[in-house]
């Protein structure tokens, strides 16, 4: 069973994913008359909107672990759409779920259907929001859409170029991205061009809204305003000419060993939103890896062994945000992290593949990444606030 799953693979059972509970849910098929197909044995009416108990009769065959089977209407309008698979807290027939309703702009019915393959590159592009949403409701980040917070909510355009080029980017909680990059092959044409090692619709969303979390976060805290200029510079220097002399010039010699890419090298904002997507890489992968039982023995970063620690592999309680306390446990993710990427990198290059995560944390990165870990941990649970 996978996050993107919308049935099961065996009993084609329907299934969801469930943003408040974190949880994959039982979802009674689309005119499910209850013939017996799936797993479950009790008739619901899929035309019977009003109740969401999937037993109308009151019978107690739910009492042997079989799950709950939520309504057909507690799914995503976006169903189709945008494939989406995740379901909403009550039957709400038309209703948006937590991740589609921070899509401000989707393409127009005329984009639909007049240019090639844009459904499929919305497709694409949602799913890779719902990672995204995903990750951020784990680390308890505040998470307030648009329509609640007109002034400061976050909203995501999904734009198709029509004459004007679109440019990727983050203003005052709003993200703009250009659908292209859901295409494989102009994807990489641009990789290619501004000679990145890594890019991908995942990546960018976790870069912008980087943007907007160190506004909704860092931006209005003095300390904390002191202490990332100390560590990523002044983010008061002139945004468009570090930018131009960024396209012209390239990076300073030795770039390397204080940003984790080329491009964080260009400004301490883009500083910021590179390294916290590296955080939020980082933290996803090990979770994923660790819910797996990936076990990687070595070699080890730092003073202890990874495997030897928990016995089991990856310590899931790590990867787990609730349980991180203290900005020293980021020392315990990248003991986690490193060996897990060297292994990573070794196996993408048996199959042909570049190295899943190229890239070197350098001494003054793991720093700057504590600062991110930090401030994921200062931000939690705290109000939308602007600066
Ligand atoms: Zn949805
Ligand atoms: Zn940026």
């Avoid at 989406?84 to 309703?101: E, I």
């Avoid at 976060?217 to 983010?235: A, K, Y």
């Amino acid at each position: 069973m996978y996050f993107e799953n919308v049935e099961c693979l065996r009993c084609r059972a329907g299934l969801g994913f469930d943003p408040e509970s974190r949880e994959m849910v039982r979802v009674a098929n689309d005119g499910d008359a209850g013939d017996g197909a799936g797993a479950t044995p009790d008739p619901s009416d899929a035309g019977d909107a009003g109740e969401a108990a999937p037993d109308p009769s009151g019978g107690g065959d739910h009492g042997g672990g079989a799950a709950q089977v939520l309504p057909a209407a507690v799914r995503c309008a976006n169903r189709f759409l945008a494939g989406c698979n995740w379901v909403l807290p009550r039957p709400q027939p038309g209703a948006l779920c937590r991740s589609c309703r921070l899509t401000r702009t989707r393409p127009s019915d005329t984009d639909l259907a007049r240019v090639p393959d844009v459904t499929r590159r919305f497709v694409r592009a949602e799913a890779a929001k719902r990672r995204l949403v995903f990750q951020l409701l784990e680390l308890r980040l505040p998470l307030v859409s648009r329509h609640e917070d007109p002034a400061w909510g976050l909203a995501f355009d999904f734009l198709v170029k029509q004459a004007e080029p679109i440019t990727i980017g983050h203003a005052d909680g709003v993200i703009t991205i250009d659908l292209a990059e859901s295409d494989d092959a102009y994807r990489e044409r641009m990789r290619v061009q501004l000679g990145e090692p890594y890019r991908t619709m995942l990546g960018h969303l976790r870069h912008e809204v980087g943007h907007y979390y160190w506004q909704v976060i860092v931006s209005g805290n003095t300390d904390e305003l002191e202490g990332f200029r100390r560590l990523f510079g002044d983010e008061r220097a002139d945004y468009q000419q570090a930018l131009e002399r960024h396209y012209e010039q390239g990076p300073a010699p030795g770039w390397a060993e204080e940003h984790v890419s080329i491009y964080a090298a260009a400004h301490p904002w883009e500083d910021w939103a590179e390294t916290w997507a590296h955080y939020l890489h980082i933290r996803d992968t090990l979770q994923t890896a660790a819910s797996h039982g990936v076990i990687v023995t070595g070699p080890h970063f730092g003073h202890r062994p990874v495997a030897t620690r928990s016995g089991r592999g990856l310590d899931p309680s790590l990867t787990a945000a609730p349980s991180l306390k203290s900005p020293q446990d980021l020392d315990e993710i990248l003991a986690d992290w490193l060996p897990l990427t060297y292994a990573l990198n070794a196996i993408n290059r048996s199959m042909g593949r570049d190295p899943l995560y190229p890239f070197v944390l350098s001494r003054k990165v793991i720093e700057r990444l504590r600062f991110v870990h930090d401030q994921v941990l200062h931000g939690r649970g705290s109000p939308v606030q602007r600066a």
